[in-house]
């Protein structure tokens, strides 16, 4: 008499193929993501003022052309002035792939206002199609002198408007849900 074995149990199973690829989310998902960061950034510990200071950092460093350095430099500002490191994080994303071009040439044409009429200097124009940076390299230190005091200019109106906004919302929707 030959005695039947029951099979073996199997350890690694066949993945079935998902509903739908990956890449492609339906809008309750993505509402439902969006909701889920939303409730984080208002549950982060600290006060209103702490957390804050940290997301005007964060948006100060985002209106820099340093692609790669903005948030390393927006959590150094936040450690240097005590702000919270993840909201400047979060907030170097004002700046990005999207959102470069229309930030950098804003910052460029504030930059050449306000350079225009304090040291009383020809604007520079840029050129009107670039084949390579070569050109851009071309306009020189003058183009990155406008861009870079725009930036901080834009920068320093961008992280006061944050900061003022972001303290009475956090102290707003505390009040209102902690009732304190």
């Not at 997301?55 to 052309?65: E, M």
């Not at 450690?79 to 490191?85: D, V």
């Not at 993840?86 to 804003?106: K, M, R």
């Not at 200097?121 to 070569?134: A, Y």
């Amino acid at each position: 008499m030959s005695v039947e074995q029951p099979p073996l149990p199997v350890i690694f199973r066949e993945k079935k193929a998902p509903h739908r690829p990956p890449y492609k989310r339906s809008r309750s998902q993505i509402k439902r993501s969006w909701r889920y960061f939303y409730l984080r950034f208002l549950r982060l510990r600290g006060t209103p003022h702490y957390i804050s200071r940290g997301l005007a950092f964060g948006v100060f460093a985002g209106c820099f052309p340093l692609f790669g350095l903005q948030t390393i430099i927006g959590v150094l500002l936040a450690i240097i002035f005590r702000g919270h490191k993840l909201t400047a994080a979060a907030g170097t994303w004002v700046s990005n792939p999207l959102t470069y071009v229309p930030i950098l040439a804003f910052n460029y044409k504030i930059g050449q206002f306000l350079l225009r009429f304090s040291i009383g200097k020809t604007q520079v124009s840029l050129p009107d199609n670039w084949q390579s940076w070569i050109e851009l390299k071309e306009s020189g230190l003058v183009f990155l002198i406008t861009l870079f005091f725009g930036c901080l200019v834009v920068g320093l109106i961008s992280a006061i408007l944050t900061y003022i906004v972001s303290v009475r919302f956090l102290s707003r929707w505390r009040k209102r849900r902690y009732g304190l």
